[in-house]
């Protein structure tokens, strides 16, 4: 039980750390390159890209998790707290079947890039690999998203 509550706390901050101390070094690793030897890696640039992107997706769900998520207040600041939760609930709604719809897309994404055999020009790396981390980031937001819909549901109750 303690590695899940581990996990359900620090997953995203830890992922998301990872990869922008990856992108961090590959970045040094071509400047040094470039301007002590005077010789640039070529891959430097398409692992700290890459890392940029998995630090945005992790970050996203990590935003959810914390409810940081960019929202509009100037409407919900008008409500009591009760409707501001139901409000939070109804958001939460719609973006899960937001993430649905995404996530249904980015399976045939997939599909098309195992089909068709797509790397990326200087790792070489599998798209395919690289793409399905994306369908496990939205079906971790849609968790997520669960989960602070029944964190809503309980500050509902506590509030009655």
Known sequence: ?????????NFEKTICTGFAAAMLISLFLQVVSRYVFNQAFSWTEEVAV????MSVYFGATYAIKIRAHIKIEILTSC????QQ??????SNIFFIVFACVI???FFGIVENLIKYGSVMVITRIPKWILYSVLPFCFVLMIIRLVQDILRHIREIKEIV
Request: glycine residues 8%.
């Open 1 to 9: 039980m303690k590695v899940l509550k581990w996990l359900d706390n």
């Open 85 to 90: 939760h139901i409000f939070g609930i109804i």
């Open 103 to 105: 996530l249904i897309g």
């Open 79 to 82: 409500f009591t707290q009760k």
């Open 50 to 53: 890459l890392c940029f992107i």
